[in-house]
């Protein structure tokens, strides 16, 4: 817009903005002759134009008006300094400079604070008078050069310490801890059972007869730690019983694996090979561990809260049911022992049973 503007005022030697208008064949709207007045303003500022009538412009040698306008403000400068106070009718009549140019000149030395703000209430009017700002003195340039030696010696002071950081060796952080997944109960199963086996196959060897040669010497003592007759090899007994056959043979340089309680009842389907984790067994114990608490409940007429009560003051947990097995049964036993003693007081020891 400006480029169109500026070469239709070069074509037309002077125009105003309804001329240019006219002259670009641009609808003539409010708008459209606001926007014109504005490109028309920033060309003058820029030295492109000059103004010779109220919105009238003319193109000008660029050169000679920036050696003008360069002459007329630092007479305006000059002036300014020698009378000390100036209106800005006095700096437009001294300088042979437009208001508006002399308006824009004084309110950029205001803002680059080498001119005091007006001393009218209207910064606007032609009354308003502007004077420089005065030179400051002595003390204040002795402070202004020691609050220069204060920083730079902040400066200093932070380089060093930047410089020790960087040649510092890095400090050892500790690792994250990252949270193991719980084993797999199948694997554990496994190496527990592959640890039993080759205990009893030694022990059995160590005696003088080996279990390949003779299985059915070592039958009763199957039957005897299975608790039934239909357990015929040892692959079939659980991880529990295999723990309690090694220990028949006491052995003093083996160590007798240990089998967490809730691979008690784990044992090696001998068809399939499949393993059993966390058998029905121990899961039906443990069912049947919590129906005999609900029962001494009921017999006590103590409400549920009572056992979550136990749990949190003994073991810390909030609920009975998230006790482990063995956290459990000593809970029954308590409450059966309690149940007793209750009962003992109650109906004396004329009870057998209570004796």
């Not at 060796?169 to 496994?190: C, F, G, I, N, Q």
Request: with cysteine.
């Amino acid at each position: 817009m400006d480029q169109n503007v500026w070469k239709a005022v070069e074509t037309l030697g002077t125009a105003s903005a309804s001329e240019v208008i006219a002259h670009l064949r641009l609808p003539d709207t409010p708008a459209q002759r606001e926007t014109v007045r504005v490109a028309l303003f920033q060309l003058y500022f820029s030295c492109m134009l000059r103004r010779i009538g109220i919105g009238v412009y003319a193109v000008v040698d660029r050169k000679e008006e920036l050696e003008g306008r360069k002459s007329r403000r630092m007479a305006m400068w000059k002036m300014l300094r020698m009378r000390n106070r100036m209106t800005l009718d006095d700096l437009q009549e001294l300088t042979d400079m437009n208001r508006d140019e002399a308006l824009t000149w004084c309110r950029i030395q205001v803002r680059n604070g080498l001119v005091q703000d007006p001393c009218a209430p209207d910064a606007n009017a032609a009354s308003a008078s502007y004077a420089p700002v005065p030179a400051r003195g002595s003390a204040s340039i002795k402070r202004l050069k020691q609050d220069m030696l204060r920083h730079i010696q902040r400066a200093e002071q932070l380089l060093e310490a930047y410089r020790v950081l960087l040649e510092s060796p890095a400090p050892s952080l500790p690792l994250p801890t990252v949270s193991k997944p719980p084993p797999d109960p199948a694997l554990a199963a496994e190496a527990i059972y592959a640890q039993q086996t080759k205990i009893l196959y030694r022990a059995m060897a160590l005696s003088g007869r080996p279990y390949e040669v003779h299985k059915t010497f070592w039958k009763p003592l199957i039957h005897r730690v299975s608790g039934t007759e239909s357990a015929i090899d040892i692959s079939e007994l659980t991880l529990g019983q295999r723990h309690r056959m090694i220990a028949h043979f006491s052995l003093p340089d083996t160590e007798n694996p240990e089998v967490p309680l809730h691979l008690n009842h784990w044992k090696k389907n001998s068809e399939t090979g499949s393993t059993q984790a966390y058998s029905n067994g121990a899961t039906h114990t443990r069912q049947a561990c919590m129906e005999k608490i609900e029962a001494i409940l009921a017999d006590m007429k103590h409400p549920r809260s009572y056992v979550d009560s136990m749990a949190q003051q003994y073991y810390g947990v909030d609920k009975v049911e998230d006790l482990s097995y063995a956290n459990l049964i000593r809970i029954m036993q308590a409450l059966y022992h309690q149940n007793r003693k209750r009962k003992k007081e109650t109906q004396g020891v004329t009870d057998p049973a209570l004796q």
